[in-house]
């Protein structure tokens, strides 16, 4: 049996992160350490270590997979993975994060008020009166803890649909982080070639 190391318990932060959020939207900013750190080992050492080894994300998928049988562990179709989806989602993903640093600056710059909302899915509307105190911090920075949930909760129930639809990891093969990780280190290993001669 393969002996447990210390990255193989990272599923629970993301269950920690998502009550911590549900209790008090705030901690949503914690999520960014889930957007730097693959970000930086991709482009300081050019590999996908966090996408292989600590994605806590990805591990909660095979615990629920894998684990608890929550999956109908059939082929993930081509088109999932394909190059136009995986680059159209990550097109569609930056776009929607863009929308959620214009929101907050327009709440920061006081051209629109506060909206303490989480949405699902890009449009259903989930209040969370009772996950934020008005007044606790400026409100821009409140508005970017609740766009910021909003973006991390609808990414993990689409990893939760496609994994009980097809094979437990199906959100890692278009999962923008991924995406964007694996652009950066083919670059990084383009570069690093000695050139033809």
């Keep these: 049996m393969k002996k447990k190391r210390w990255y193989d318990y990272l ?3 993301t ?18 350490i889930d957007f730097l750190v693959p ?4 482009i300081f050492w050019g590999n996908k270590r966090f996408c292989n080894r600590y994605c806590g994300r990805g591990q909660l998928l ?11 562990n059939v082929a993930t179709p081509r088109w999932l993975y394909s190059k136009l989806f995986r680059y159209g989602f990550l097109v569609f993903f930056l776009a929607t994060f863009g929308n959620m640093i214009y929101q ?7 051209a629109t008020t506060l909206k303490e909302t989480a949405t699902i899915f890009w449009t259903l509307q989930v209040p969370w009166n009772w996950a934020y105190s008005r007044g606790a911090v400026p409100d821009w920075i409140a ?4 766009g910021f949930y909003s973006l991390m909760l609808t990414s993990a129930l689409l990893g939760v649909i496609v994994m009980a639809l097809y094979k437990p990891r199906t ?6 982080m991924g995406t964007m990780t694996q652009a950066i280190c083919q670059y990084k ?3 690093s070639r000695p050139p033809q001669s």
Excluded: D, E
Excluded at 104 to 110: A, F, N, P, Q
Excluded at 143 to 146: H, L
């Design 11 to 13: 599923w629970m932060w």
């Design 15 to 32: 269950i920690l992160y998502f009550a911590l959020g549900f209790y008090n939207i705030l901690f949503a900013w914690l999520g960014m």
């Design 39 to 42: 970000l930086l080992l991709a």
């Design 62 to 72: 095979s615990q629920l997979g894998v684990k608890m049988k929550c999956t109908r």
């Design 104 to 110: 907050t600056y327009l709440v920061g710059s006081c």
């Design 143 to 146: 508005q970017f803890s609740f």
């Design 171 to 176: 959100w890692c093969a278009f999962c923008p």
């Design 189 to 191: 290993s383009r570069r």
